[in-house]
Structure formats: C-alpha cells, structure tokens
T-cell receptor
Framework: QKEVEQNSGPLSVPEGAIASLNCTYS??????FFWYRQYSGKSPELIMS????GDKEDGRFTAQLNKASQYVSLLIRDSQPSDSATYLC?????????????FGKGTKLSVIP | DTAVSQTPKYLVTQMGNDKSIKCEQN?????MYWYKQDSKKFLKIMFS???????INETVPNRFSPKSPDKAHLNLHINSLELGDSAVYFC??????????????FGPGTRLTVT
C-alpha cells in the first residue's frame, strides 16, 4: 500500500513568518511530487510540482525534495492570512502506466494576522 | 476559460436512486480522473481513464461506473445510491507527456447528499 503522510495540524504561524509543511512517502520509486492548496469548500489547486532532488522556488513558495529520505516539504515565506488553507501533498508512484496520484490527508495552515 | 467543469454542483437524492455527474475538460489533456473527498477531507482516487485504459481503485464499489464518450469528457454514473456515498466528488485531468506531465487540474466539485 503506497502511503503519503502529512501532519494534519492545524499549523498556526503569525503573519509574515515562514510556514513549513512536511510530507513523507512510502514508495521509494516515486517520480513526481506535487503540492495542492485547498480552501474550505473549494477544489484543490496546484501550487507546486517538483521532480528532482533539491529546491524549487516560485514566488513565496519553495518546494524541497529529498528522495533518499523520501521527504518533500513546502515552505511559504512571508505568510499571509490568505495562505490559510489545507495543503495537500501528492505523489505519483513508480511504474509504467502509473499516472495516478496518491494524496496525503493534508495539513491545515492558519496564518494569524 | 480553459478549465475542468462539472455538473451539477450540488446533488441531493434519495437512497436507491441512480444518478450521474458530468465532467468536461478543455485543456487538451489525455487523462481524466474521479476522486471522492469524504467528510474528513481525505481525497481518494476512484478511477483514472487514459486512451481507453481504465484503472479502477480496488475499493470502489461496482455501483460506480465511469463513462467516457470522448477524450474531453468523463462522466460518473452511480447506481443504487447509499448513505455512505455522500461526499464531494472531484473530476480532474492531466497530460501524461510533456513538460507539465502528470500535473492534475481539478474541477469545482459536486457535493452529493444521499438522504
């Protein structure tokens, strides 16, 4: 059973701080990693994708991947109240024809003004 | 607007009924998916459909059946609805080749309530 684990939170950070969200996965051969943001009552929205070890930055967001440790994280710099949402980690497993994603249960982030 | 769309947005029905949810994407993607998100907000894959290859999550009851008239549409038909089917159902699509491969884009969701 391929699993993706996230701390459910809630994670509370003050406005302007760095929010750090973490995710571990069980399938060592996993190829692609994604972070989605889901506001209450809305659909998941893709905010970052990362495919190789290291850091990938996009605006205030940085995704970090360490395949040896089976760990992927999302950093949000200068957190804003509008960043308050549930963040879902998703992993694409290994194997030909495997285009399904396995989602973690999400971490609820609350940014306090 | 390029997007994934679903209809209806809300669906309230009684146990035992049969219902369908429609999904359309105009992103030119070649793969479509159905997800179920339960009351605990866990997002679980139900089906993926690519070039006529259907992958079914083993935990999905056979009362659920996807139907794809063409590459841009993947509808979900549910027979004999049960109380436990109440959830939000999301359609998504992706392209499995190219620069942004496997990135999935979600529709707005259909909130199904079975009474």
């Amino acid at each position: 059973q391929k699993e993706v684990e996230q701390n459910s939170g809630p994670l509370s950070v003050p406005e302007g701080a760095i929010a750090s969200l973490n995710c571990t996965y069980s399938d060592r051969g996993s190829q692609s990693f994604f972070w989605y943001r889901q506001y209450s009552g809305k659909s998941p929205e893709l905010i970052m994708s990362i495919y190789s070890n290291g850091d990938k930055e996009d605006g205030r967001f940085t995704a970090q991947l360490n395949k040896a440790s089976q760990y992927v994280s999302l950093l949000i710099r200068d957190s804003q109240p509008s960043d308050s949402a549930t963040y879902l980690c998703a992993v694409r497993a290994s194997g030909a024809g495997s285009y399904q994603l396995t989602f973690g249960k999400g971490t609820k982030l609350s940014v306090i003004p | 607007d390029t997007a994934v769309s679903q209809t209806p947005k809300y669906l309230v029905t009684q146990m035992g009924n049969d219902k369908s949810i429609k999904c359309e994407q105009n992103l030119g993607h070649d793969t479509m998916y159905w997800y179920k998100q339960d009351s605990k907000k866990f997002l679980k894959i139900m089906f993926s459909y690519n070039n006529k290859e259907l992958i079914i999550n083993e935990t999905v009851p056979n009362r659920f059946s996807p139907k794809s008239p063409d590459k841009a549409h993947l509808n979900l038909h549910i027979n004999s609805l049960e109380l436990g089917d109440s959830a939000v159902y999301f359609c998504a699509s992706s392209q499995i080749a190219g620069r942004r491969s496997y990135e999935q884009y979600f529709g707005p969701g259909t909130r199904l309530t079975v009474t």
